[in-house]
Each structure stands twice: as C-alpha cells, then as structure tokens.
C-alpha cells in the first residue's frame, strides 16, 4: 500500500498499527510470531524492506526486545510487538528499556490467559502493563485505543511520547482492535517529533564516549537516578493524561472502560437513551497515567461508578484508589476470553441503581445498522 | 628517550577493579590497541554484559551499551542494522553466552549477522562467586560443583567454536588463550582478524579466549595459567575452526592451528 495518501484504507488494527509506526519515522522492527498480532509482523514484513528498513523475525521475544533496545541505544525508532505469553518474555527487557531510559514502542495485542490461555480478547494484561511487569521502580507509558483509526492516532503519539520522555510506550490493545477491519486514515504529515538524540551510541567521533545502561554500583547512585526517574514519572503524570468523556454530564452512574469495553459501553449507553437511565462513560486513552483527577471530579456528582473489564477486575484497583470512599465502585468483568454484552452491562447497572430487583428495563433491541453481528457500535 | 611502550590512548587510566591475574584486563588492553592502531575509536561501539566484565566502559574510552544476561548478540544486532558502518563487538562470558544467552548467540552467527564477539571462556561464574559454567571442565570444582563437575549430573563442557562451525552464517572462528605472551600475540592476532572480518563486511566473527579467573579456580596467577595450557586446551583446543580467507572450516574440534 502506498502510505503516504489521506484516503481511508481498511485495514486491520494490526496492519493499521504497523503502517503507523512507518509514517511516524519507525525503520527498524523487530518481532516474534504469536496469535492475535501476526497481521502486524506480517505487514512489516512486506512493507519495511519498501521503506528500507530493517525487518527482522528474531528468535524469540526475549531477543526481539533486546533487539529493539539496539535499536533504540542506537537512536532510532523502534517498535516489537506480541501477545500475552510473549509479552511475559519481554519482561525483563522492558525493564531494561525503563532503566537504560531508551524509547521504544511496544504493542501488547492482549489474549486470554493465565499461561497459554486462548487468543480471544482479553484485558487481563493491564497490572503487568501500567504498574510495572518487569523488576524494578519504572513505569511504562500505556496507550489504550479502542478503534483501529485511534490506533494509528496513538501510534504517531507512542514514539513521540518515547522520544520525548525516554521511556517504553505500550500500546495496550486486544485481539478484537488488532485483527478486526475497520476504515482508518493516515495523517496526511504525521504530528511526530524526531528528537537529537545526543546520548545514542553511534561511535565517538569528535565527541566524549556515551554509555546505555541501567547499573549503578556505587552506593547511593542507585537511589539518586530512582529520583530522577520519579521526576520524570511526576512530569508524565502532570503533561500527558489522556480520556474521553461520553454523557457524564449529569449521569447517574459513570461507566469506567478502555479500549474494547469501552465501546461496548457506548453501546450500551445508547441502548439506554430515551429509558431514563442517566449513564456516562469516563473511557481512559492513556492507562498510565491514569485519569485520577476527572474521576475524582465526577465523583462528587455520580451516585456511582461502574467499572467494566474484560478482567477478574485490575483497572477497577486504580478507580477505587483515584475515588477513595467519595463514591461506590462497582464492577462488572468477563474473563479468559469472554466479551461483556452491553445488555449484560446495563443489567449490572440497573442492580446497581436497585440491588432489590425492583427497577425493570425494556432494553431496546441494537438498532440494526449498528449491530452487524460485531459487539461494537460505531460511535468513534 | 622514545617511549616504546606505552598504554593505549583508548584504555582508560583508572585503577582495575579485577582480581589479581585475571584475564578480563589483558583482553580489555588488547582490544584498546586495536582501536588505537586501525584509529577506529570513533565508529567503534562496544557492548558488555553482566558478568566480572560489566564496567568494561569504565576501561574503554568508546561508545558502550550495557547488556542484560546474556543478550549481546540481539542487542548488537539491533545497534548494527542501526549503524551498519560502525564497528559493533559483544564480550561475553561463558555464563552469559553459551548458557543463557546460547539462543542469542547461535541465532546471531545463523544469521551471519556482521559483529564481532570476544568470548571470554574462564569456565566458571566469575561475577556470582564461582559456579558451575558450560564450559567448566570435567572434574573442575565449582561452588555448585563442590565434589567437581561429574557428567551424569552436570552434563559436560561446551565447545562454543565447534558448535558454531556448524553454521553457514559463521565467517570467522578462532579459539585462542592468554596462558603465555606468544599466546597473547596470537590472541590479538584473531581479535584483528574478526574485526577484519566486520570492516569487511564478512559476516559473523567470534573469537573464544580462555582466559584465567585464579580466585575461583582456587590457584595462583601462575598456576591459572598452567591450568590452561595443561588442562583447559585438552577440552578446549586452540585454532581457528572457520575462516573465510581461507575456507578453513573444521566441524567437530579438528582445529588448524593459528
Ligand atoms: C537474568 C540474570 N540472571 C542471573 C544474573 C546474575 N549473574 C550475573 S553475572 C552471572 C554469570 C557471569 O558469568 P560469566 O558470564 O561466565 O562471566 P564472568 O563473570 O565469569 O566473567 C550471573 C549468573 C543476572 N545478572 N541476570
Ligand atoms: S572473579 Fe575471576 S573473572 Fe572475575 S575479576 Fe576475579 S579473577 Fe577475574
Ligand atoms: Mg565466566
């Protein structure tokens, strides 16, 4: 496909992600095949010897994200990808990354689990994303898209974000985004920044030597550069949190969902529209940061929050510890490969709003030219 | 008065953090004279492990990348396909490449991916005090070995450049020893070489150095140095067991020697 045009394109989320990566300045990638994310390594495949860039289908995750931080000491912009049990790999790696402080983008096309799990969609990666997941102190920067045109968005954000900040960037999907087709355009000339990068390893000429690395064995170093990095982490949190807003404005009870579940929960608000139920949707884009500060807004006016998750319930920790006791928290979450309904989701909701089953609802049917078989509406 | 001998510009004039009669500074001084005769300090970049060696940047005044265990190879290869005209070398250890990092290692020479790799084979875990590497000898006592290194428990050393050999993707193999100063010179020798093998765009080179590490093989300086020549060479011969000049290729330890 040619690139550089601003015509829609259908593409799996996937493909879309890989295309964005190359727009956005991305020549080197690195990745190991696994189910839900191969149309990704599939379409940099083909399409980076194109571009002249480096594709490389490495031996195992664990040396595709090492090669990726090559890559990234090296200066240039880099992007691996996996799923799950590969993700798990790249573990150590990442923690790497965060304290080597190189940029990187990593996108997690999540799949059922524990161990081998399923490749159906899944949201059950998000402790390991947002709180950490390897050794160590450090953050990941994560990014939630829930359409394939926000994917590509998001890719161009992920290495201007890793640039900027030096740090990995995780764009946290689902089986659902990365392999479902949806029409996505490209931005004609992405909003990217290729930052200098004066400390990559290119050679010492005419220059002192650099160092990557992430050990600090005189005591004391250690504990000043875990400081510095909390600054670092400080500053993200303040700059670059990221969420949407749908119908909170006077909303009873406030849906809280990423990604997938977050679309369903538009789904399920507007089922609800014109039945009296008053539902909003506080949907996260970034996960890390989180959107503490618009939650503990809308809690001094929602009776209560609902948390939906693919998930035996982890984001639900992070909403409970950004609303503390101002507000109820529910939960409503399917695991190992299961997919919320949004008829499932407004029914939470009404035993939510009356735990004694005495409020009944008439849940219209989905109107037919959202439905389509997919869980999705298309409201964006 | 002219100065016949001095330290090279590249080494790094700092007090040594190795024990006395370790290997790991010989191959570090080796390594700086080579940068400084070809004048490549410039374009050079290094890469070093965990492993007694892992503040090898506080010694060579080049580029450098730390690296986690045992993953040199996937890292270079990403810095190399980045700067394909630099000169990008790994150091390793025994631990770090022919245990957990072997997948990195045999994939990077499959792929004759263009890097230089100094293997330093001192057949124990320096860093962790003294355990039980690939390479340890039959019979060798190791913290984790303490009755020696018994095959049917432990399985048995491996020849890192007989493995290799076996690859198409591997341009330049050569297994040399700091156990004298002619042993020195023919190591600096291959050092030249596998860079050689780089600049020229050859293909994968790796030069095995077996190297003394006298505080946990319990001996003197000097009797480490015996040790290798004696014991260390019968597992472990000395040659060069691939070389694209000369299609040298010897499979299953029947070395040219250097
Ligand atoms: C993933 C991981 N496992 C274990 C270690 C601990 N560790 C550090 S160095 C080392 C072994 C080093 O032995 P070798 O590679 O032979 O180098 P030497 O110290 O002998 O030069 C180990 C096990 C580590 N740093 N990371
Ligand atoms: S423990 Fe062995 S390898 Fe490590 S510095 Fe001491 S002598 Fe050298
Ligand atoms: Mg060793």
Redesign the pocket.
């Given at each position: 496909m040619k690139s550089s045009n601003n015509k829609k394109h259908l593409l799996t989320g996937n493909e879309a992600a890989a295309e964005a990566a190359i727009l956005a300045g991305c020549r080197h990638y690195y990745g190991y095949p696994i189910t839900p994310q191969n149309e990704l390594i599939n379409h940099m495949a083909i399409r980076m010897p194109q571009v002249g860039g480096t594709f490389l289908q490495a031996e195992s995750e664990i040396a595709a994200v090492y090669m990726a931080y090559g890559g990234a000491a090296a200066g240039a912009r880099v992007m691996t990808s996996s799923s799950g049990p590969g993700i798990s790999l790249m573990q150590?790696g990442i923690s790497y990354l965060a304290g080597s402080e190189l940029p990187c983008v990593i996108v997690n096309v999540q799949r059922g689990g524990p161990g081998l799990g399923d490749i159906s969609p899944s949201q059950a990666d998000y402790f390991q994303a947002v709180k950490g997941g390897g050794h160590g102190d450090y953050h990941n920067i994560v990014l939630a898209p829930a359409s394939v045109q926000e994917i590509a968005d998001l890719v161009y954000d992920a290495f201007d974000l890793a640039d900027r900040y030096r740090n990995p960037v995780m764009l946290l999907g689902d089986a659902q985004l990365g392999q479902m087709m949806e029409p996505v355009e490209f931005r004609k000339t992405p909003r990217t920044h290729q930052a200098v990068k004066r400390w990559a390893l290119t050679g010492a000429e005419g220059r002192a030597r650099n160092i990557v690395k992430s050990f600090y064995p005189v005591k004391g170093e250690l504990e000043a550069f875990n400081i510095r990095l909390q600054r670092k982490y400080r500053a993200i949190e303040q700059e670059e949190v990221r969420y949407e807003e749908v119908n909170t404005q006077g909303a009873e009870i406030i849906l809280v969902a990423y990604g997938t579940c977050a679309r369903i929960c538009k789904e399920a608000i507007r089922r609800a529209s014109g039945t009296g139920l008053q539902i909003g949707l506080l949907r996260p884009i970034t996960l890390w940061p989180f959107p503490k500060e618009p939650l503990r807004r809308l809690a001094k006016k929602a009776r209560a929050f609902c948390v939906v998750e693919m998930s035996a319930g982890q984001m639900v920790e992070d909403v409970r510890l950004a609303v503390l006791d101002r507000c109820p928290v529910h939960f409503y979450g399917r695991m190992g490969g299961g997919v919320p309904s949004s008829r499932e989701i407004l029914k939470k909701v009404l035993n939510i709003l009356a735990p004694e089953g005495t409020l009944e609802l008439e849940i219209p049917e989905i109107p037919t030219e959202l439905g389509k078989g997919l869980y999705f509406s298309t409201i964006p | 008065m002219q100065a016949l001998y001095s330290a090279p510009e590249t080494l790094i004039r700092t007090p040594s953090h190795y024990c006395p009669g370790c290997g790991?500074g010989i191959a570090h001084r080796l390594l700086a004279e080579i940068i400084d005769e070809w004048g490549i300090r410039g374009k050079t970049i290094g890469l070093a492990?965990?492993?007694?060696?892992?503040l090898a940047y506080n010694y060579l005044d080049i580029d450098m990348c730390e690296a986690?265990?045992?993953r040199p190879p996937a890292i270079a290869t990403g810095i190399k396909r980045v700067h394909p005209d630099n000169v990008v070398f790994t150091y390793?250890?025994?631990?770090?490449?022919a245990a957990?990092g072997m997948a990195e290692i045999v994939h990077a020479a499959s792929r004759a991916e263009n890097i230089t790799v100094i293997f330093?084979n001192?057949a124990?875990?320096?860093?962790?005090n003294g355990?039980l590497?690939p390479t340890t000898l039959l019979n060798q006592r190791t913290t984790t070995t303490p009755e020696g290194r018994n095959p049917l428990t432990h399985g048995y050393p491996i020849r890192i450049c007989e493995l290799l050999a076996t690859l198409e993707g591997a341009s330049f193999l050569a297994r040399t020893s700091l156990s004298s100063p002619k042993d020195v010179l023919q190591t600096k020798e291959a050092l030249k070489k596998g860079f050689k093998t780089q600049i020229e765009k050859k293909g994968f080179s790796l030069i095995e150095v077996l190297a003394p590490?006298p505080v946990y093989w319990r001996m003197s300086p000097v009797e480490s140095l015996k040790f290798i020549e004696e014991k260390m060479t019968q597992t472990f011969p000395l040659g060069v067991f691939k070389d694209w000049e000369k299609t040298v290729s010897a499979p299953g330890g029947q070395a040219t020697k250097v």
């Amino acid at each position: 496909m040619k690139s550089s045009n601003n015509k829609k394109h259908l593409l799996t989320g996937n493909e879309a992600a890989a295309e964005a990566a190359i727009l956005a300045g991305c020549r080197h990638y690195y990745g190991y095949p696994i189910t839900p994310q191969n149309e990704l390594i599939n379409h940099m495949a083909i399409r980076m010897p194109q571009v002249g860039g480096t594709f490389l289908q490495a031996e195992s995750e664990i040396a595709a994200v090492y090669m990726a931080y090559g890559g990234a000491a090296a200066g240039a912009r880099v992007m691996t990808s996996s799923s799950g049990p590969g993700i798990s790999l790249m573990q150590e790696g990442i923690s790497y990354l965060a304290g080597s402080e190189l940029p990187c983008v990593i996108v997690n096309v999540q799949r059922g689990g524990p161990g081998l799990g399923d490749i159906s969609p899944s949201q059950a990666d998000y402790f390991q994303a947002v709180k950490g997941g390897g050794h160590g102190d450090y953050h990941n920067i994560v990014l939630a898209p829930a359409s394939v045109q926000e994917i590509a968005d998001l890719v161009y954000d992920a290495f201007d974000l890793a640039d900027r900040y030096r740090n990995p960037v995780m764009l946290l999907g689902d089986a659902q985004l990365g392999q479902m087709m949806e029409p996505v355009e490209f931005r004609k000339t992405p909003r990217t920044h290729q930052a200098v990068k004066r400390w990559a390893l290119t050679g010492a000429e005419g220059r002192a030597r650099n160092i990557v690395k992430s050990f600090y064995p005189v005591k004391g170093e250690l504990e000043a550069f875990n400081i510095r990095l909390q600054r670092k982490y400080r500053a993200i949190e303040q700059e670059e949190v990221r969420y949407e807003e749908v119908n909170t404005q006077g909303a009873e009870i406030i849906l809280v969902a990423y990604g997938t579940c977050a679309r369903i929960c538009k789904e399920a608000i507007r089922r609800a529209s014109g039945t009296g139920l008053q539902i909003g949707l506080l949907r996260p884009i970034t996960l890390w940061p989180f959107p503490k500060e618009p939650l503990r807004r809308l809690a001094k006016k929602a009776r209560a929050f609902c948390v939906v998750e693919m998930s035996a319930g982890q984001m639900v920790e992070d909403v409970r510890l950004a609303v503390l006791d101002r507000c109820p928290v529910h939960f409503y979450g399917r695991m190992g490969g299961g997919v919320p309904s949004s008829r499932e989701i407004l029914k939470k909701v009404l035993n939510i709003l009356a735990p004694e089953g005495t409020l009944e609802l008439e849940i219209p049917e989905i109107p037919t030219e959202l439905g389509k078989g997919l869980y999705f509406s298309t409201i964006p | 008065m002219q100065a016949l001998y001095s330290a090279p510009e590249t080494l790094i004039r700092t007090p040594s953090h190795y024990c006395p009669g370790c290997g790991h500074g010989i191959a570090h001084r080796l390594l700086a004279e080579i940068i400084d005769e070809w004048g490549i300090r410039g374009k050079t970049i290094g890469l070093a492990p965990v492993g007694c060696s892992v503040l090898a940047y506080n010694y060579l005044d080049i580029d450098m990348c730390e690296a986690a265990h045992g993953r040199p190879p996937a890292i270079a290869t990403g810095i190399k396909r980045v700067h394909p005209d630099n000169v990008v070398f790994t150091y390793q250890g025994d631990g770090d490449l022919a245990a957990i990092g072997m997948a990195e290692i045999v994939h990077a020479a499959s792929r004759a991916e263009n890097i230089t790799v100094i293997f330093i084979n001192n057949a124990i875990y320096g860093m962790t005090n003294g355990q039980l590497a690939p390479t340890t000898l039959l019979n060798q006592r190791t913290t984790t070995t303490p009755e020696g290194r018994n095959p049917l428990t432990h399985g048995y050393p491996i020849r890192i450049c007989e493995l290799l050999a076996t690859l198409e993707g591997a341009s330049f193999l050569a297994r040399t020893s700091l156990s004298s100063p002619k042993d020195v010179l023919q190591t600096k020798e291959a050092l030249k070489k596998g860079f050689k093998t780089q600049i020229e765009k050859k293909g994968f080179s790796l030069i095995e150095v077996l190297a003394p590490c006298p505080v946990y093989w319990r001996m003197s300086p000097v009797e480490s140095l015996k040790f290798i020549e004696e014991k260390m060479t019968q597992t472990f011969p000395l040659g060069v067991f691939k070389d694209w000049e000369k299609t040298v290729s010897a499979p299953g330890g029947q070395a040219t020697k250097v």
